[in-house]
T-cell receptor, first 110, second 113 residues
Framework: KQEVTQIPAALSVPEGENLVLNCSFTDSAIYNLQWFRQDPGKGLTSLLLIQSSQREQTSGRLNASLDKSSGRSTLYIAASQPGDSATYLCAGDNTDKLIFGTGTRLQVFP | EAQVTQNPRYLITVTGKKLTVTCSQNMNHEYMSWYRQDPGLGLRQIYYSMNVEVTDKGDVPEGYKVSRKEKRNFPLILESPSPNQTSLYFC????????????FGPGTRLTVT
């Protein structure tokens, strides 16, 4: 059964730090990988989608990479800001479902 | 504006009283799904639908029903809610499952007493 682990579970950093969030799958047979942001009590907002033929995606200060051979993805956040404080979730899809990790709770303080 | 809407956003009910949570999307998406989110367990899929009149069970379908009579709507039905169904529920949609971005609704916080 596919399981998704996100490390670290929680992270508290000062503003301006560069961050790396990790996501790993027990079964590397995933097609696509998506990173989401969730604010407390709110829905999920898609940040980046890495399709099966791609290895990374970038949007502003965010960069996500996917190594399918090892079943690992990383989300890199450059020059973190207090507004980046949220829970970050990764999710991979196989044939018929999206499987989520339990998330990394990030707090960026001024 | 492209969006997924859910109603109600908050609901407190009693055990056994049937309820429906509506989900609607305006993006002509074929794939729709329901998730529940619980502390320590993350997001788990309840049901999904690949297209109109096509639905299938996810990981935790017990106690739930769904229907997909039209493309834009995918209601979640709890025929006889129980306290263990107290959770935060999310509806999501996309053009398809693979290679397409998933769009999530704002969530419905359900409490069953």
């Amino acid at each position: 059964k596919q399981e998704v682990t996100q490390i670290p579970a929680a992270l508290s950093v000062p503003e301006g730090e560069n961050l790396v969030l990790n996501c790993s799958f027990t079964d590397s047979a995933i097609y696509n990988l998506q990173w989401f942001r969730q604010d407390p009590g709110k829905g999920l907002t898609s940040l980046l989608l890495i399709q099966s033929s791609q290895r990374e995606q970038t949007s502003g200060r965010l960069n996500a990479s996917l190594d399918k051979s090892s079943g690992r993805s990383t989300l890199y956040i450059a020059a973190s800001q207090p507004g980046d404080s949220a829970t970050y979730l990764c999710a991979g899809d196989n044939t018929d479902k999206l499987i989520f990790g339990t998330g990394t709770r990030l707090q960026v303080f001024p | 504006e492209a969006q997924v809407t859910q109603n109600p956003r908050y609901l407190i009910t009693v055990t056994g009283k049937k309820l429906t949570v509506t989900c609607s999307q305006n993006m002509n998406h074929e794939y729709m799904s329901w998730y529940r989110q619980d502390p320590g367990l993350g997001l788990r899929q309840i049901y999904y639908s690949m297209n109109v009149e096509v639905t299938d069970k996810g990981d935790v379908p017990e106690g739930y029903k769904v229907s997909r009579k039209e493309k834009r709507n995918f209601p979640l039905i709890l025929e006889s809610p129980s306290p263990n169904q107290t959770s935060l529920y999310f509806c999501a949609s996309s053009l398809g499952l693979q290679s397409y971005e998933q769009y999530f609704g704002p969530g419905t916080r359900l409490t069953v007493t």
